[in-house]
């Protein structure tokens, strides 16, 4: 994955309440940068918010979401087929209550209004999103909360990535902690082949065990 933006200048960004030290490219949008013909699963992990809003991530190829407090934890995931070139990750923040909001979309404005949709647009945005390459996935989450990451010990390229967004509840670019969670990319073997055979296997386990179970 590449984040194309620039950091922020210091003191831009509040501190991260979820993850206190976490720090981010703010503004970024995430595009995947691989192998063309090759496919990669994409996935979503929630770990955490703080909002007085219910906002969701979704995942806009097969329409699964996170929903903040609800989902802490688990993940949803697509897959696709790159094209050798940087491509958007489909991926975008909607608010479901508590206030009417634009969908923020990773990427250009969907409708090109900026009222339905926006675009994780510029410094001062009302709703925007930061990007961090600072996480190891070796670590159980609730060490996540200590990486204490800064401007040396981040990076704007990786397999995994936090993101961080700011649903405008308490003015701009206050403090990105509304949904956090983070997305990982992985080559699938054989394109895809290897997955496939993964599932009609476990299909076929299912069959049985409701054979025995009748």
């Given at each position: 994955?590449?984040?194309?933006?620039?950091?922020?200048?210091?003191?831009?960004?509040?501190?991260?309440?979820?993850?206190?030290?976490?720090?981010?490219?703010?503004?970024?949008?995430?595009?995947?940068?691989?192998?063309?013909?090759?496919?990669?699963?994409?996935?979503?992990?929630?770990?955490?918010?703080?909002?007085?809003?219910?906002?969701?991530?979704?995942?806009?190829?097969?329409?699964?979401?996170?929903?903040?407090?609800?989902?802490?934890?688990?993940?949803?995931?697509?897959?696709?087929?790159?094209?050798?070139?940087?491509?958007?990750?489909?991926?975008?923040?909607?608010t479901i209550a508590g206030s009417v909001q634009p969908i923020l979309v990773n990427g250009p404005d969907l409708d090109g209004a900026g009222t339905t949709y926006?675009?994780?647009?510029?410094?001062?945005?009302?709703?925007?999103?930061?990007?961090?390459?600072?996480?190891?996935?070796?670590?159980?989450?609730?060490?996540?909360?200590?990486?204490?990451?800064?401007?040396?010990?981040?990076?704007?390229?990786?397999?995994?990535?936090?993101?961080?967004?700011?649903?405008?509840?308490?003015?701009p670019n206050d403090n990105h902690d509304d949904w956090v969670g983070y997305v990982q990319v992985t080559r699938v073997p054989d394109g895809g082949a290897t997955?496939?055979?993964?599932?009609?296997?476990?299909?076929?386990?299912?069959?049985?065990?409701?054979?025995?179970?009748?």
């Amino acid at each position: 994955m590449q984040a194309f933006q620039t950091p922020p200048p210091p003191g831009t960004v509040a501190a991260n309440d979820v993850i206190p030290g976490l720090w981010g490219y703010l503004n970024g949008s995430l595009f995947l940068d691989g192998i063309a013909g090759d496919s990669y699963l994409v996935k979503f992990t929630l770990f955490g918010s703080e909002s007085g809003w219910t906002n969701q991530l979704r995942e806009t190829q097969g329409n699964t979401v996170l929903i903040e407090q609800t989902d802490i934890g688990k993940s949803i995931s697509y897959q696709t087929v790159s094209a050798g070139a940087p491509q958007l990750l489909k991926f975008q923040f909607e608010t479901i209550a508590g206030s009417v909001q634009p969908i923020l979309v990773n990427g250009p404005d969907l409708d090109g209004a900026g009222t339905t949709y926006v675009a994780n647009g510029g410094v001062g945005a009302l709703r925007t999103f930061y990007v961090s390459f600072c996480i190891d996935p070796t670590k159980p989450g609730n060490q996540q909360r200590n990486l204490m990451c800064n401007e040396t010990g981040n990076a704007t390229t990786g397999d995994i990535a936090w993101l961080a967004l700011d649903d405008s509840g308490a003015g701009p670019n206050d403090n990105h902690d509304d949904w956090v969670g983070y997305v990982q990319v992985t080559r699938v073997p054989d394109g895809g082949a290897t997955l496939a055979l993964l599932g009609g296997a476990l299909m076929a386990v299912a069959a049985l065990r409701r054979k025995f179970d009748a």
